[in-house]
């Protein structure tokens, strides 16, 4: 952002030199802050001494230097703090000050430029981090003849006030979908599916599996009539809207159609029951990771992390479980074992409703 200041004619009272501290007037802005507080401010610039190095009236001078009063740390919080007056109930910002410098230059025919630069960073507080936001770079220049006066304490002040209300602008814009400003995590979960159909089938309590399926060569050296291997998964897509992180969750209890196989003497009901309920074991666990991510607590800076490991938890729960089930049913072959696994996943499937 860019102030102009031209002086065309000269002033009515002689330029004097300026002898003590400026006094920035303290005054509160035209808007109010709805998304943030102003919670610190950091003086970063390279050098601290003052805010203002000035050509004096009298020819021949070297430049002098003019600080704000108290020094400018201190007079920029007390005029923050009145121009912005606090609301700690709203999201808690630290402005680091980068670069807030008036520097004037003495051109041929008594001229004088002035040029000021100031930069500003702006960070979020939360849960003892400092997350960055955005940075206001801005400028104002003014010409003026030797003897002429400036306002100098007015182009500091407008400084300042124009990155405030950049900011306040900024953040009232970006408050609803901007993650860094998010306060709330909430998860959706949705099951998925594929149309048409392809090598994958994914669950349904509608879409059993039948032998046609089976589309890999049969494993000749194994000692079982059919194998299939289901697994758990999910896509993950994430959307910010009215300050919340949405975290959409499309849950996969699948089975690929090119890893199943049966031996043609082995094509019966029972045989099919039994991997069919392979394909149930998985959509009990895929319900149980929907489960504990319901018990969970998210926060906005770490979401993703107890995802993955709830995830990983229930990959080993579907991997020992299906072991159980074909342990206790000899893969199949213990009749009463697999009736009695009929019956557990049967119950396991309808307290999922």
């Not at 000021?116 to 939360?126: C, E, G, M, N, T």
């Not at 599996?209 to 000749?220: G, N, Q, T, V, Y």
């Not at 009990?284 to 504990?292: A, N, V």
């Not at 995830?311 to 206790?328: A, G, I, K, R, W």
Request: some cysteine.
């Amino acid at each position: 952002m860019l102030l102009i200041i031209v002086l065309v004619a000269p002033s009515i009272l002689k330029a004097q030199k300026i002898t003590g501290p400026l006094v920035l007037n303290n005054e509160r802005l035209p808007v109010t802050a709805k998304e943030f507080y102003v919670a610190g401010i950091v003086d970063n610039r390279p050098d601290r001494t003052a805010v203002a190095w000035l050509v004096p009236p009298g020819p021949g001078v070297a430049k002098y230097t003019v600080d704000l009063k108290g020094g400018a740390l201190a007079s920029i919080k007390q005029f923050v703090n009145a121009a912005l007056p606090p609301d700690k109930t709203l999201r808690p910002v630290i402005f680091h000050i980068e670069k807030f410098r008036l520097d004037e230059t003495l051109l041929p025919g008594n001229h004088v430029e002035g040029k000021l630069k100031i930069s500003l960073s702006f960070y979020l507080q939360r849960d003892g981090q400092y997350i960055h936001l955005t940075d206001y770079n801005g400028s104002a220049g003014y010409n003026r003849l030797v003897n002429q006066e400036v306002d100098i304490e007015m182009v500091l002040r407008h400084a300042l006030e124009y990155s405030l209300t950049f900011f306040n602008s900024w953040i009232n814009n970006e408050a609803g979908t901007n993650i860094k400003l998010a306060r709330d995590v909430k998860i959706i979960f949705t099951d998925y599916h594929e149309e048409p159909e392809g090598d994958t089938i994914y669950y349904s309590p509608k879409r059993r599996l039948i032998w046609d399926d089976f589309k890999a060569k049969p494993l000749s050296n194994s000692r079982f009539g059919a194998e299939v291997l289901p697994s758990i998964g999910y896509n993950e897509d994430v959307s910010v809207s009215k300050s919340t992180v949405n975290v959409h969750l499309s849950l996969k209890a699948f089975v690929p159609k090119s890893a199943c196989w049966v031996k043609t003497n082995s094509e019966n009901a029972y045989s099919l029951n039994h991997e069919q309920r392979h394909f149930d074991i998985v959509k009990i666990i895929i319900e149980g990771f929907k489960q504990k991510l319901k018990a969970e607590k998210f926060t906005v800076d770490n979401y993703d992390g107890p995802i993955n490991v709830a995830y990983l938890e229930s990959f080993h729960e579907m991997n020992v479980m299906q072991d159980e089930y074909d342990t206790e049913t000899s893969h199949g072959m213990n009749v009463v074992a697999q009736e009695e696994w009929n019956k557990k996943i049967d119950k396991e499937l309808v307290d999922l409703k």
